[in-house]
């Protein structure tokens, strides 16, 4: 996939944080097939690393349960820095209660696994 | 001579006259007769008769009495009788009285002239007759009062013995008298010194008892002229029904005392205990009980109290300490700090060994000295322990064992800052039946607080198993609906080889890991039932670990692992194949999982005839506290916050390697990684421990 090294800035550009290898090689492939630049991070200091490299999605989405950086804390470090806070947050959990989950850590929208391709397509679109 | 005649005659007149005069004055009626004609009479004799005496002389003397009686008055005159005899004297009126008669015949002149007096019994008859009715009364009243009247004289021989309380007592009064009271009573102490005192002037009054009977004897000293001691005289009462009426009333008094004493007794315990378990009912939350247990017991059975419990992991813990004394509360507070020594002989510790209570009493300052190498009698020896007990005061306690379901839940003090000696059987019936009743509380907090961990792991459970599944089950469904999409609209003619293939593979790696959850929960779902079953045979653990090493391949890569497998030589034991494969592979994913980006080490082994199978990572460690939940179900190491998985795969490695006569264990230091051991007999399971096991033939 993508190396950090050379990450355009723009308006295609997703980042996909999740700790499962073969949900996020998904996801990244069938976003990368509609043409969009995809940013995958294991976990949410991998996600931090890409950011404070200058990386600049238009929408990151995020699955909250993960090791090393989970989710909520990711986005207290996001919020925390005023160049990253503004980038639009997507949820994404296969848990009851997602509406909530997303609510407590102010994420714009959010994504209940199994995703629908057609709903992840028009909610990336959004972000565009 | 005419003048002495005179002066002779003047005599003879004075001594007639002084001789009538003597005759008159007499009390007594005189009358003298001849041949039963009365010649004189006195006044007496008129007054008497009611005739004038010109009537009664020249009357014939039988006139003057009942005809029954002349016969016997003419047989004395008769005879010349002079003894004294009676008659009934009749009166001019014809009235009665009874008389006495004397009478004297005499010559006179040659005539036989008799004077006769009479006196009229009237009155000494009467008077005797009164008498008689006074000593009549009197020995009726002695013979039926309920007395003994007894007189001794001075040298102890008995003069009387009367009274109806002699036949109580057996005793013949009469056959007492003339005996001496030192022979009657020999060997009876008591009453020879009754006799001995009273014969030596004391008057008193004794009570003692005689044969069946109780007396109570008034002596009084009989005196002489002189006031010389002449003899004693007693009245005892017999006393022995009223004292049995006293004593019959004592003993009812005393019953109501005790009836009464029980009552309230009853009352305080029924009053107390419905209060405690009132409180105790009031909240199910363990905390909250454990601080009522000791409230309950305050001030009614204890100046102060302390809850010491026994957690389930088997440390003590001092969880209330409460004073009657509010001014104490704060030492109360200070005390909770102290934990009682295990090492202690007496005490808590000694309550908590044996399950059985102690009572410890007459304890004063000196005794809560720490004393060098001795104990004093309370579980510890530390000085600051001790003085903040002194400052609480006690100087004697009880401490009783809560148990329930014949485990030791803790043990329960109550103690007394006064009273030496104030736990007794009661207190302890009473501080046992409290302590019964935390117990219960008690343990219903203990199973409630399970049961609300039980339903809040199920419920994060079930969170987590959706999230598990869910996870699987979009890579499927994006993977699907991805190529599906491409078909129809004609793009996957475009679509990059690779693409498809991966999508393709995906799909069938989910497949297999939806599978395996659905597996794992079977396998937990059997585990529960007990229907664990295992296809026993000659199974190779090193041949094992390599193929599950080599299935954990693409997972090691992904996960940034480097995989190394040291099975040098053939293990062989008895085994199920398919659930030891469960077994490496479930600690193989843990290791990956865990020690993401470092490298895992599998090891197998033989000793003996146990093998041992050794899977290494470096990756976060389990901390000391959680390295005996982690083989519980639903259990992890780690926040969910942090890892997914159902928590199922340490338990189910534990269950398996159980049923197979093996064991796991862990170490691990967090941030160092963590090292399973497992270890497995090659005989396989104990016979009979498979009863379910179809096995081979």
């Known amino acids: ?128 | 001579v005419k003048n002495d005649v005179r002066e002779l005659e003047q005599r003879v007149q004075e001594a007639e006259q002084r001789l009538r005069k003597l005759f008159e004055a007499s009390l007594e009626g005189f009358g003298v007769h001849e041949g039963g004609l009365i010649l004189d009479v006195n006044d007496t004799m008129t007054t008497l008769f009611g005739y004038a005496r010109a009537e009664l002389i020249g009357r014939g003397v039988l006139e003057l009495c009942a005809p029954e009686d002349r016969d016997l008055i003419a047989a004395h005159i008769a005879a010349g009788d002079d003894r004294p005899y009676e008659v009934r004297a009749v009166r001019k009126d014809g009235s009665t009285f009874p008389g006495l008669v004397r009478g004297r015949s005499f010559d006179y002149g040659g005539r036989t002239l008799r004077v006769t007096a009479i006196q009229d019994l009237t009155e000494a008859r009467r008077a005797l007759a009164a008498m008689r009715a006074v000593e009549q009364r009197l020995q009726t009243v002695v013979a039926n009062a309920p007395i003994v009247l007894f007189a001794i004289d001075a040298a102890g021989e008995y003069l009387v013995c009367e009274g109806r309380a002699l036949a109580a007592l057996g005793i013949d009064g009469q056959s007492l008298v003339g005996r001496n009271a030192a022979d009657v009573w020999r060997g009876d102490e008591r009453i020879l010194a009754n006799v001995r005192r009273c014969l030596d002037g004391e008057e008193f009054t004794s009570s003692g008892p005689l044969r069946d009977a109780w007396l109570e004897t008034h002596f009084v000293s009989m005196r002489d002229g002189d006031g010389k001691v002449a003899g004693a005289i007693g009245v005892a009462v017999d006393m022995t029904e009223r004292r049995r009426a006293e004593e019959e009333r004592a003993q009812l008094l005393a019953q109501e005392q005790a009836a009464r004493a029980a009552a309230e007794q009853a009352q305080r315990r029924s009053s107390l205990l419905a209060a405690a378990s009132r409180e105790l009912a009031a909240t199910l939350e363990y905390e909250d009980t454990l601080r009522v247990v000791p409230r309950a017991a305050v001030p009614a059975m204890a100046d102060w109290c302390v809850f010491d419990v026994v957690e389930e992991d088997g440390t003590v813990r001092r969880v209330g300490v409460v004073h009657a004394d509010p001014a104490k509360a704060a030492l109360a507070a200070e005390l909770a700090r102290f934990v009682p020594d295990p090492a202690a002989p007496e005490g808590v510790p000694r309550v908590l060994r044996s399950g059985r209570p102690a009572t410890y009493g007459g304890l004063d300052d000196a005794a809560l000295q720490p004393d060098g190498d001795g104990w004093p009698p309370i579980g510890t020896r530390r000085p600051e322990h001790l003085s903040l007990v002194r400052a609480l005061g006690l100087r004697s306690y009880m401490c009783v064992p809560v148990v329930a379901r014949g485990r030791t839940l803790g043990a329960l003090t109550f103690v007394s800052a006064t009273d030496p000696a104030r736990y007794g059987a009661d207190e302890l019936a009473l501080g046992e039946e409290l302590a019964h009743r935390a117990a219960l509380a008690v343990d219903s907090a203990r199973l409630y607080r399970a049961a609300q961990e039980a339903i809040r792991a199920r419920d994060e459970f079930l969170s987590i198993a959706s999230h598990e599944l869910r996870t699987p089950v979009g890579s499927l469904q994006l993977a699907v609906q991805s190529l599906l999409r491409g078909v129809r609209t004609g793009s996957i003619a475009h679509t990059p080889r690779g693409f498809i293939t991966n999508a393709l593979e995906t799909m069938e790696r989910q497949s297999k890991r939806l599978v395996q959850l659905v597996e794992s929960l079977l396998d937990v779902s059997r585990i529960s039932a007990e229907r664990l079953e295992l296809d026993l045979a000659d199974v190779d653990l090193a041949a094992v670990a390599r193929e599950v090493a080599d299935q954990h391949a693409g997972e090691a890569v992904r996960a940034g692992c480097t995989l190394e497998v040291h099975a040098p030589a053939a293990a062989v034991g008895r085994w199920d194949r398919a659930r030891l494969e469960q077994v490496v592979s479930n600690l193989l994913s843990n290791a990956l999982k865990y020690g993401a980006g470092k490298p895992v080490r599998v090891s197998v082994d033989l000793a003996g005839a146990t093998a041992r199978l050794e899977v290494r990572d470096h990756g976060i460690g389990i901390p000391a506290p959680r390295q005996a939940r982690i083989f519980e179900r639903f259990e992890r190491a780690v926040s969910s916050a942090h890892y997914g998985g159902l928590g199922l795969g340490l338990y189910i490695v534990r269950r398996v390697l159980n049923a197979l006569g093996g064991s796991v264990r862990v170490a691990s230091e967090p941030g160092a990684g963590a090292t399973f051991v497992v270890e497995l007999p090659c005989a396989g399971p104990p016979a009979g421990a498979v009863a379910s096991s179809p096995g081979p033939p």
Not at chain 1, 49 to 73: F, K, S, T, Y
Request: proline share 5%.
């Open chain 1, 1 to 128: 996939l993508s190396t950090s090294e050379s990450l355009p800035a723009g308006n295609r550009c997703v980042f996909v944080v999740e700790d499962d290898a073969d949900a996020r090689e998904m996801l990244s492939q069938v976003l990368a097939l509609e043409g969009y630049f995809v940013v995958a991070a294991a976990n949410g200091r991998e996600a931090l690393e890409h950011l404070r490299r200058g990386a600049q999605p238009c929408v990151i989405l995020i699955d909250l349960m993960m090791p090393v950086m989970n989710g909520w804390e990711f986005r207290s470090e996001q919020v925390r820095d005023p160049d990253l806070a503004g980038i639009p947050l997507v949820v994404i959990s296969g848990d009851g209660g997602i509406d909530q989950k997303a609510a407590s850590v102010g994420a714009d929208g959010w994504l209940r696994k199994p995703i629908d391709l057609d709903t992840l397509l028009a909610t990336v679109e959004r972000y565009r």
